[in-house]
Every structure is written in structure tokens, then in C-alpha cells.
């Protein structure tokens, strides 16, 4: 189903927000598709690096649903390629920082048995809290 | 002292932000100030009228514009100040649109206050303007045409025509430029060859053309109306007895790429560079030659029933005058080896847009060099639109040759699956459109997608292209025999080396930098040299010519009256402050300072043909004694002043 998009100024303030935390200018981004062409997980995308650029664009808050943002592996093969020396990668960044900064808890580590944290690595524990508590 | 000052309103540009009356009746507080005047455009007829009764009427004697630039209409005032009877330097311009109304449109007080100012700068400058003269130097009809690709010769032959004496200096041992290598023109598939060799006939034919093949400028001096050039000519090795017959060629042992045909066939170390070459005489390429590196060989002398082939010949410098120049030095391919995502250079199937030129003259004419296969794909903006390499420019001509190169494929054989991957598909000339329409109808398939990389199957050799359909969302991942990459251009070898023999500014993209993009598109800030083609920047063979004839005709403008007017504002040393230091002669970029002895002391005197105005002597002149008419230090303190309020209110 095709969906509707209204572009206003309203959106303007996604943009900025994700062009100060990049620190890129992402009107720039002329939709060559070279990031995305020479993306190494971008078959396991559901939008390609080129079209996040496009819907950041525009203003679209939707681009935060998208797992692309998740997948990306901070490779920086877009950005040593990008014609325009646009550093996707930081924008993939800044669109996960937006996320992590509403300080969202996708664990409950009170929630966790005492046994199993007896057990469970050490490193994984870290690491779980780092991604998934705000 | 009579002062005239005149207010342009430029139809709303200045009076919608700067207070018209308030300004007017500022200026008539001044002293010395006879008249005020306002006019909704006094680059008009009407406006310029006004100056002109007024000067006659009030005997006015001094006159200001507070308008736009000078730089724009500065000249149109002068020339009306001229024809007023009064020497055009008693004037000035107060830049009250560029400098006030545009930038300050959202403060329309603080403009009103600026372009009191400005005016005030105008008066206070103009009350010491002396009354200088334009100086009249005498100029022949002779010409330099540097570069003999499409662009010189057709400035050569305008020149010619028009009886101008012509000297084209050709650096490769024959004339024809880039244009001689290509198959057919977009849009309407002219055969290049053909459209291009009665024109390079027709310069050795012209009785006003002088022809130096094989041959570079190694030193400009002098000034317009007076150049002084050494050519140097390098040896063909081959006199004017060849009669072409070739008998040389076969004998010769050594077998090279030929680089007119791309590497894709070989030539000899004695050789005619093709088949339409002007002049159409054999070659000796000496780095190659056996006899010269080893001192053996010579079977090319031995064979030759005309005794043409003569080792000893020399390398000639050859002095002439000339009394303008023409720079049509031409561009160089983008160095494809420099894109290493795609493997030029190490993967055979992967070839440049001009080797592919080549490979469809040699398929139309039967005789084919190498195989092009079922699959191919072209890569668009290689080397161009392109920061990671360093070009930012766009090339303006791939995008249609690649239009042009992959119908002409898909034409000839109609089975060939035929690609081009683009980033924007710029089809912007007259006729272009419609080209690419055809293009489409032929089948050839257009894919919006910059290629990202490209990759080398070890044994099949076959290229796989990796690419995002951007206008699909898709990522393709194809393979093809051949890939063709549609290298841009940049500012050739050639052009960088004359820009440096003549001292001449380049833009960012390294072309030669023209004196105004607009009204000035062929002129430089070198009086009497002019550029064309793409020496100044991409184009297209249109454009080329067209930019060609436009310089052959602003040279003829300054050369046909047989005398030319050299601007008085120039640098001027006063002798007594003088302490001969030297310092200007360092700095000044045209040489026009020179030391002499005078009374005997040394003082420093400027040659006020060479002088361009620049005020880099000036500057640097540690004594105050190099000055410059029309920007005298008094002139300055005053304008100063006038700008820090010292204004009488
Ligand atoms: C693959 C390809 C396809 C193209 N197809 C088309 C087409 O179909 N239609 C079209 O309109 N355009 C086409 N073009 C563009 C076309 O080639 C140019 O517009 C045209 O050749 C420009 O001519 P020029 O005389 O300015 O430069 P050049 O052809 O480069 O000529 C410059 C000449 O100056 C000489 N020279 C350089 N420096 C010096 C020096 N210091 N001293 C003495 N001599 C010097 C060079 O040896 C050369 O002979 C194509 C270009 C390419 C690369
Ligand atoms: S490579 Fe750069 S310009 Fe091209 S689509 Fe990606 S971000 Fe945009
Ligand atoms: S002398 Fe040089 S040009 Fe002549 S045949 Fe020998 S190698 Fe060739
Ligand atoms: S003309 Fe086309 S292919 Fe060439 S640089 Fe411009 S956009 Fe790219
Ligand atoms: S810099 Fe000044 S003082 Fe020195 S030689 Fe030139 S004019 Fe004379």
C-alpha cells in the first residue's frame, strides 16, 4: 500500500536535530546510492543506507522504526565512498542516539533470577544493559 | 569644485530599502556639491542623459553614481563622463546596491546610514581625483593560438580569414586534439572524422596560418600589442622530402601502443599518428627510436627511396611577436586508475569511454580490435561530481557521449544488453533530450544509481557491477563482459604548463579562470590573451566552436583599430622617496618594475604598458614612494575619514 506523506516545516526540526547530532549536513546527500551499493549488510536492511538519508531528508520521524538503523555496522565503507563526504555512518549513529536517549528499558535486570545471573557471562550482562536499559 | 551626485533607485533594488530623499538631500549638505539628482535607472537612456545636459549646463566638473557595482556599470558612466568633455577618472561609483541594499535588506535604517557613507566615501575620494587620460599604444594583427584541437583551429582559421597572421603552436606532431579520436557526435551523429578533417585541411591551406606541429611555447614576455615568444620545435626526424609511402614503417622493428587508437592496435617508432593527420608526414618518436637510445638500428634511413629520414636534424627555437594570444590548450582524461573501487588498469574488461570510441570506429570500418561482447554497462561520473578523488565539477559531456556510445552498441547489434548506470542524467543542450529519448526507444536501459564497486570474476574475467537502483530501492548485483567507465575531464598537462608560461589565474576545478563569468566568458585578467574550449572548462564541440569564434573575435575587436587604450591607472614611483630597494620589482607579477639609474641614484620606474593596477607595489613598498593613480594614499586617508564620520552635516 502506497502511504501519504505530508512535507512541512514541521518537519524541519527532525532534520535539524539529526544534522546537530551528526554534525552532517544531510540535504547534501544527492540519492546516488553508493553507500548503499557498497554496503555490506544492506541485504539485511529494510531500507537501504540511501533511503534513510532520503526520509531523514524529508523529516520523516518513521526513519526510527526502521531496523536499517540497528543493522548498520558502523563499517564506514558509505563514508570513505559517500561522493559528497557525507558521513552516513554518523547519521545511522545520531538516529540510534535519538532512540537510546528516551531512555527506554527493553530489559527489567531486577526482573532477572538470581541463579541465571550467577551464570550468564559477565561481558553479556554488560552488554545487554548497555543496549537494551536507558 | 562643481560635484554632481546621482541616486539610482535600480527599479526598487536600492530604493526599497534605502531611503531615497533621506539620502539626496544628505548628499546636497556636502561641499563643493553643485547638484543632486535621483533616477529610477540611471543606466537608462534618460539617467545617462541627465549626466550628460548637466555636465554641459552647470558646468559640472566632477561627477558620482551611487548605483550598482562598478564592476557592472562602472564603464557605461565613464564613458558618458568622456563624452561630457571631462576626463572619465573624475568620477566615482558608490556601490550602494552589491555593498548595501542586497545584503542589509532587513535593516532598511541602518542601510539609509551605509549608503550616506558610501557616499560621502564617493565625494571625499572624488574632490582628489586627477584628471587622468586613457593612453593610445599602437597594435598589429598578430596572433598566438596555442593548442590546435577543435577549439584553435577554428580561432586560427576565424583569424585567418578575417586577414589576421596566425601562429598555431601544436605540442603533438599533428593537429586535430581529442576531437580526431571519437566516432560519432552526439546529437545528431555527425562522424567526427569527417566533419574534422576538411577543417584541419583547410589550415595549412590558409595562406595567413603559420603551423608549428610537435612544437610548445616555452616563453612569453612582453605585453598586449608587443608579446615576445620563443617557440620550441622539437625534431621530426623526417624532412619535408616523405612522401608517405610507408616503406619505413615496415622495416622498423619496434612495435608500441598506438595511443591515438587507445593501446587497442600498435604503431611503429616511425609513424603518421592516423590516417587524416595534418600534416600528413611520418614521425620519429626518439624515447623509442633503437638508433637513438642504442646508436644502431637505421633501417628506416637505409629503406627510404626519398631520403627523408635525417637523424641529425635539431631541436629549433624559434622567435616571434605577436600581439595577442589565444590559449586553446584543451583537457586530459580523467585518469581512471585513480577510482581503485574500479579496478582500471588490472581488470582487461573494464575500459574508458575514449577506448570504446575507438573500438566502434574499428567495428564500423569491419576490422575490429578486440571483442565487446553481449553484456555492457557504462559508469557515469568517473572522476567527476566526485570529492573522494577531489573533483567536484561536473564534466557536462559524458553523460550524453555514454547516450550517444551505447545507442550506437545497441544499433549495430541489437541483441546487446546495454546499460548505463547514472547518477543524474543531464541531457541539457539543444537536441539532447530528444537524443536521449532515442536512446531509450533503441532498448538501452538507464539506471539511476552511482556503481559502488565493481568486481573481477578470476577466471571468466567477467565484471560484476554492484550498484542500488535508486529509483526501485533495489540492489543489483550483475555481471557484464565489458564495463565502460565514462571518465570526466580535467585541466590538461598542456594547460596547466602554458597557464604557467603566461601566468594565468585558474578557477577551483584548475580551468583557466575567465575575467567575468558572464560578460567576460573568453577574456582573462591577462590583457590581449584569450582562452576557449575546454581548456577553459568542460564542453561540448558546440560550445567549443562557439567559445572559439568568440575569442578569434574579441582579439580582432582589440586589434583591428591598429591602436588600443591602456587604462592610466597604474602604478607611478615617486623618485625622491625612492630608495631604489627593489622590493616592487620582487613582488610585481607582470615584471612591470624595473631599476634604473637616475642622477645617480637607483630608483625604481614602472612600465605603465605592463602595469595592471594590481597595487601589490604599492603595498609592499616600505618608503610610501610606489603609488597608484586613482587610489593615491591621500585619496585613501580621505576616504577613510569619510567612512568614520568625519562627515559636514
Ligand atoms: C569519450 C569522449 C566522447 C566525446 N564525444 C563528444 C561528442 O559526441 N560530441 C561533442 O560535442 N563532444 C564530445 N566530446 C568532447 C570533445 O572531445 C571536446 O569538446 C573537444 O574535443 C574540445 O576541444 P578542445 O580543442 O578544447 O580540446 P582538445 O581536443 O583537448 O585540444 C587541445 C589541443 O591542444 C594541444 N595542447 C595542449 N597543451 C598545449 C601546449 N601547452 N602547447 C601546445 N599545444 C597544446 C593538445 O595536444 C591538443 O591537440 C567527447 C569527449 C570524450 C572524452
Ligand atoms: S553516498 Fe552520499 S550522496 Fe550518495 S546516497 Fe549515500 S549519503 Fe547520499
Ligand atoms: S631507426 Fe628508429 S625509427 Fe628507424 S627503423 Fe630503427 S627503430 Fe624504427
Ligand atoms: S555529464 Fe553526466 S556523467 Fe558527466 S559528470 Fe555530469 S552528471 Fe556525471
Ligand atoms: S619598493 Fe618602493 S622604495 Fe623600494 S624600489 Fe620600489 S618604489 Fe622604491
Redesign the pocket.
Known sequence: MIKKIEISPENEKFLKKVNELSGQVITLCEQCGTCSGGCPLVTEMDITPSQMMRIVQLGQKEVLDYKAIWVCASCFTCTVRCPRQIDVSKVAEALRQIILRQAVDHIDIKAIPKEEIACLPQIALVSACRKFTG | MKIGVYVCHCGGNISEVVDIKQLTSFAEKQSDVAIVRDNAHMCSDVGRNLVLEDIKKHNLDRIVVAACSPQFHGKTFMDIVKKAGLSPYLFEMANIREQCSWPHFDEPELATRKAKDLVNVGIAKVKLDESLERKSMPIGKRVLVVGAGIAGIQAALDLGDAGFEVFLVEKKPTIGGKMAQLSRTFPTEDCAACILSPKMADVPSNPNITLFTNSEVEKVSGFIGNFEVTINKKPRYVNDNCVSCGICEEKCPVKLPNEFEQGLTTRRAIYVPFEFAVPYKYVIDEPNCIYFQKGKCGNCKKVCPHDAVDFEQKPEKIEIKVDTIIVASGYDIFDASEKKVYGFGTNENVITSLEMERMIVHEAEGRPTRKIGNRIAFIQCVGSRDEQIGNEYCSRICCMYATKLSQLLKRTDPKRDVYVFYTDLRAYGKGFEEYYKRAARTGVKFIRGRVAELIEDPETKKVTVKVEDTLARQIIESEFDLVVLSVGMQPGEGTGKIAEVLRMTRSPGGFLQEAHPKFKPVDTLNDGVFICGCAQGPKDIPDTVAQASAAAARAIRLMNKGEYEVEPITAV??ED?????????S?CPYDA?K?EVKDDK???KVNEFLCQGCGS?SA???????QQHWFMSSQLKAMVGAALGEEEE
Open positions: 614611483v615617486d622617496l625612492c630608495s631604489g630597494c627593489a622590493t616592487c620589482v613582488v618594475v631599476t637607483r630608483v625604481a607595489c609592499a613598498c616600505p618608503s610610501g614612494a610606489s
